[in-house]
């Protein structure tokens, strides 16, 4: 059964850049897309965007233009960065795993614990 | 992008009532509809996919319903340890999407 462990900043600077970093343990990494997700009270669950194994990825087009998810297969870990991050991307953070790398569609069949992130000064 | 839209929004019910909650889809998504369960404090569990298929360990008071538009999340006996807000989700096109919760009182 695989896990998903995430860390990154908790708290970040209006303007500045969000990270999040999640590991993937006893699973394959290869197998299957990797996902973010946010949670906010304004705007409930948002698929933020994947990453497949060969570092190909799929934004939702209502955050491509400030995000980047990318994949270090070597660690098998993913990533998130949120650039010009404002008070509106304070929300709850989590990585998922996604569809299999064949393609085919899933749901999000196991979740990271979940990241608090606070955009403030 | 596909829009979920969760009925109602919120609803107390009492132990052992039968609750329903629906979910419609802005299109047609055939049975890529899954529902997540979230308990106050933790990460959303993915209960039920493919419209009506149990997640392994999902207690059978649980079912899934519906193809097309319209599907229903039943709880056929309602105990305390389902207290949680209820997501619906669409898988069959990107950006995925989700409802906005139903929120399940005692």
């Known amino acids: 059964q695989v896990q998903l462990q995430q860390w990154g900043a908790g708290v970040v600077k209006p303007s500045e850049t969000l990270s999040l970093i999640c590991g993937v343990y006893?699973?394959?990494?290869?197998?299957?897309?990797w996902s973010w997700i946010r949670q906010s009270p304004g705007k409930g669950l948002e698929w933020i965007g994947e990453?497949?194994?060969?570092?190909?990825?799929k934004y939702n087009p209502s955050f491509k233009s400030r995000v980047t998810i990318s994949a270090d297969t070597s660690k098998s870990q993913f990533s998130l960065k949120v650039n010009s991050a404002t008070a509106a991307d304070t929300a709850i953070y989590y990585c998922?795993?996604?569809?299999?790398?064949?393609?085919?569609?899933?749901?999000?069949?196991?979740w990271g614990q979940g990241s608090l992130v606070i955009v403030s000064s | 992008d596909i829009q979920m839209t969760q009925s109602p929004s919120s609803l107390s019910a009492s132990v052992g009532d039968r609750v329903t909650i629906t979910c419609r889809a802005s299109?047609?998504?055939?049975?890529?509809l899954a529902w997540y369960q979230q308990k106050p404090g933790t990460v959303p569990k993915l209960l039920i996919y493919?419209?009506?298929t149990l997640q392994s360990g999902v207690p059978s008071r649980f079912s899934g319903g519906g193809f097309g538009t319209d599907f229903t999340l039943t709880i056929s006996s309602l105990q305390p340890e389902d207290v949680a807000t209820y997501y619906c989700?669409?898988?069959?096109?990107?950006?995925?999407?989700f409802g906005r919760g139903t929120r399940v009182d005692i």
């Open positions: 998922a795993r996604g569809r299999p790398a064949s393609g085919t569609v899933a749901p999000f069949h196991s």
């Open positions: 006893g699973g394959s990494f290869s197998d299957y897309y």
């Open positions: 990453v497949h194994h060969s570092g190909s990825t």
């Open positions: 299109q047609g998504i055939s049975n890529y």
């Open positions: 493919g419209a009506s």
């Open positions: 989700q669409e898988y069959i096109s990107a950006p995925w999407t």
